[in-house]
């Protein structure tokens, strides 16, 4: 299976903010990715699309297009710029300007199928939070008797 990456760096975007956008595409076909990010109205959806239209371009070339499948997609923190802000008393606070390093890895193929998605347990936050309620109902100091 032929296999394309593109990278982005140095992105004017907080890595976590470009990570809610990347987790969007993630194993999906190019043509549901491309579309997902055009109707994601996130800042980030810019940056990460032109990212995904330069690796289906590294991937096809002048051959004729195939289907392809958003392999792997993440977002690494880049350097961050510092700044100040003046602030009372001739103090200064820091700000952090975080950058980001997108990765999106594309290859032939069809997207995987949701069916392993679909019998999902709950997650285990909840679990254990039912847990702590129904010993809370039973008694909160244990054995008292």
Same mark, same amino acid.
């Given at each position: 299976m032929k296999e394309a990456k593109a990278v982005g760096n140095y992105l004017r975007i907080a890595p976590r903010?470009?990570?809610?956008?990347? /987790?969007?595409?993630?194993?999906?076909?190019? *043509? /549901?990715?491309? *579309?997902?990010?055009r109707m994601c109205r996130k800042r980030g959806a810019g940056p990460?699309?032109?990212i995904l239209d330069s690796a289906v371009a590294n991937a096809t070339g002048k051959e004729k297009p195939v289907p392809l499948v958003v392999r792997e997609a993440f977002v690494d923190e880049g350097p961050t710029l510092?700044?100040?802000?003046?602030?009372?008393m001739g103090r200064a606070t820091p700000i952090r300007k975080r950058t980001s390093r997108i990765t999106i890895v594309v290859r032939e193929g069809e997207p995987a199928s949701d069916t392993k998605t679909s019998g999902r347990k709950a997650p285990a936050a909840k679990t254990a939070r039912a847990e702590r309620g129904a010993r809370a109902q039973g008694g909160t100091r244990g054995a008292e008797s």
């Open positions: 903010k470009a990570r809610l956008v990347v /987790d969007l595409i993630r194993g999906r076909s190019v *043509q /549901d990715a491309a *579309q997902a990010l990460v699309r032109k510092k700044r100040y802000m003046p602030r009372a």
